[in-house]
């Protein structure tokens, strides 16, 4: 079975631009338990830091995250299809 890597690109370009939202909301909306959570899972503690949410940021991250999300579903998708 052949991927198509353009289809699977935009999925995970689409897929992690709602994930990016998402997480972006949930900064916005419970800001300290966030920092908690990122802190935790990078095995940091971030509680002297703080957010600093603006719209240009979430955009800017979110046409990063689009971009390389899709090109690394691009990428997945060429090499699986010459492995099989």
């Known amino acids: 079975m052949q991927l198509n890597p353009i289809k699977v690109g935009l999925a995970a370009a ?4 709602l994930l990016w939202l998402l997480c972006s909301l949930l900064v916005m ?3 300290a338990m966030m920092l908690s959570m990122s802190g935790d899972m990078m ?19 979110l046409i990063g995250w689009f ?18």
Do not use: Q
């Open 43 to 61: 095995h940091m503690n971030l509680a002297g830091m703080g957010w600093h949410l603006t719209l240009t940021g979430v955009v800017t991250g």
């Open 29 to 31: 909306l419970a800001p």
């Open 67 to 84: 971009v390389l999300a899709g090109l690394g579903g691009w990428l997945l998708a060429a090499i699986y299809n010459r492995s099989v």
């Open 14 to 17: 689409i897929s992690f631009s």
